[in-house]
C-alpha cells in the first residue's frame, strides 16, 4: 500500500510512562519510516494534531487538546473507551471495530524482532548444548509485590520440589541486582512467567522474554495466550487443574532431557501467529487514523481515567479462589458473631435503663 500525506504529521504524547522520550519510542520510530513526524506540544488548531493518551497520571490532559484526533494507548490491563477516545491501541481482542487496533506491549520490545527470526530446533548437538547450558533449575524475576496471589502462590509450591531462583527486587534472594534479565534467564532450565493480572488478550513482556532466552516458561495470565505463541513452547498453566498438577508437570519434564528438549526446540510463533502484529498492519490503522476526521465530540475528563479492571471469577485459580471463598465465609462468620455478641450487649443495656 502507498501511503501518499503531503504534509506532516503533528503528534504528542500525554500519560505515558516517566521515561518515555517523545521523540525516540516505537510509535515515532515505525512512524517515521513512512510519515513526516513533528512533535508538537502546543497544538494551535490551524492543524491536523493526533494526541496518544495513555494511563497514567501527567500534568496535561486532552482539556489541553480540545482540538486533537485522541489515541489511547494502554500497556497495563484496563479497557479502551471508545465513547471517549476516537482511537484505541490496547491488549484486547475487539472484532470489527475499525477504530480499534490488538497491540500487546510485547510487540514493543527489540526481543520480538528475535523471537521472529527463531525457527524450530532440529539439530541434536544445538539442542545438547542449550540443555548443557542450563546450571540454574527456575527462575522468578519481578519487582511488583501487589499482583494477584497466584504468582506468589506457585512460586511457593514449586519452592518444595527444588529452590527458584528469585532475581528481582521482589523476594529476591539471590542477594545481587540483576543487570542482564535475558542472560540470567538463559541459564534456567525454567522460567515462572506469571503476569500481575489475567484478562483475555492480556500478555506482556513476561513470556516473550523467556522464550527468547530458550527456558520454558510456566505461563499464566491470558487464557486466550495460545492465540498468540506456540503452545508447545511453553507450560499453560490453564491446562491443568491446580497448581500441584503444574508443579508435577515441571518435575516430570526436569527429570526427563527428551520431554525438556521438545519444549526447548520449538519456535516461539506459529506461522502467521504474528502477522496480525506486522508493521504493514500497524502503518495501515495510522493511515487511516492519520487521513479520517475526528470521531468524538471533544470530551471533558481526564485521558488517563480508565474503567476499572473486570476480571471474571473463572479466570482465577481454583486452589486460590477456594481460598478467597474460605476467606470471605470466615469473615462473614466473624460478622455474624461479632453482630450476635453486641446484641446481646444491647439487650443487656436495655433491660439495665
Not at 4 to 19: A, H, K, Y
Not at 45 to 72: A, E, M, Q
Not at 106 to 121: G, H, N, P, S
Request: with cysteine; hydrophobic share 35%; aromatic share 18%.
Amino acid at each position: 500500500m502507498t501511503y501518499l500525506i503531503n504534509e506532516s504529521i503533528e503528534i504528542d504524547f500525554i500519560g505515558f510512562w516517566p521515561s518515555l522520550d517523545k521523540e525516540k519510542n516505537f510509535f515515532t520510530d515505525l512512524l517515521r519510516q513512512y510519515f513526516d513526524i513533528v512533535i508538537n506540544e502546543n497544538p494551535d488548531g490551524t492543524k491536523p494534531h493526533f494526541l496518544f493518551c495513555s494511563v497514567f497520571r501527567d500534568k496535561k490532559n486532552i482539556l489541553d487538546y480540545p482540538n486533537s484526533t485522541t489515541i489511547y494507548y494502554t500497556g497495563e490491563n484496563t479497557r479502551a473507551n471508545l465513547k471517549k477516545f476516537d482511537y484505541a491501541l490496547s491488549f484486547d481482542f475487539i472484532i470489527e471495530n475499525n477504530r480499534h487496533f490488538r497491540l500487546p506491549i510485547y510487540r514493543m520490545y527489540a526481543e520480538y524482532d528475535q523471537a521472529l527470526a527463531l525457527k524450530k530446533i532440529n539439530n541434536p548437538q544445538i539442542l545438547s548444548d542449550l540443555l548443557e547450558s542450563k546450571d540454574k533449575f527456575c527462575n522468578f524475576i519481578y519487582s511488583n509485590g501487589k499482583a494477584f496471589p497466584e504468582r506468589k502462590y506457585f512460586l511457593d509450591k514449586l519452592n518444595k520440589y527444588k529452590s527458584v531462583h528469585s532475581a528481582g527486587k521482589y523476594l529476591n534472594n539471590t542477594g545481587a541486582y540483576l543487570e542482564d534479565k535475558i542472560a540470567f534467564q538463559k541459564s534456567c532450565k525454567f522460567s515462572i512467567a506469571f503476569e500481575n493480572s489475567c484478562y483475555e488478550g492480556y500478555t506482556t513482556e513476561k513470556l516473550l522474554h523467556a522464550l527468547v532466552s530458550k527456558t520454558i516458561p510456566i505461563y499464566w495470565g491470558n487464557p486466550l495466550v495460545n492465540v498468540d505463541f506456540n503452545p508447545k513452547a511453553f507450560i499453560n498453566v490453564y491446562n491443568y487443574n491446580s497448581f500441584d498438577d503444574v508443579v508435577e508437570l515441571v518435575r516430570e519434564i526436569d527429570q526427563n532431557d527428551k520431554m525438556y528438549l521438545n519444549y526447548i526446540k520449538e519456535p516461539p510463533f506459529l506461522e502467521n501467529q504474528s502477522s496480525q502484529l506486522c508493521d504493514d498492519k500497524i502503518i495501515d490503522f495510522f493511515y487511516k487514523v492519520f487521513t479520517s476526521p475526528k470521531v468524538n465530540k471533544f470530551y471533558k475528563k481526564k485521558a488517563y481515567l480508565t474503567p476499572p479492571k473486570l476480571i471474571p471469577l473463572f479466570y482465577y485459580n481454583k486452589e486460590v479462589l477456594s481460598f478467597y471463598i474460605s476467606s470471605l465465609g470466615f469473615m462473614l462468620a466473624s460478622l455474624n458473631i461479632a453482630v450476635m455478641f453486641w446484641n446481646i450487649i444491647l439487650d443487656k443495656l436495655r433491660r439495665k435503663f
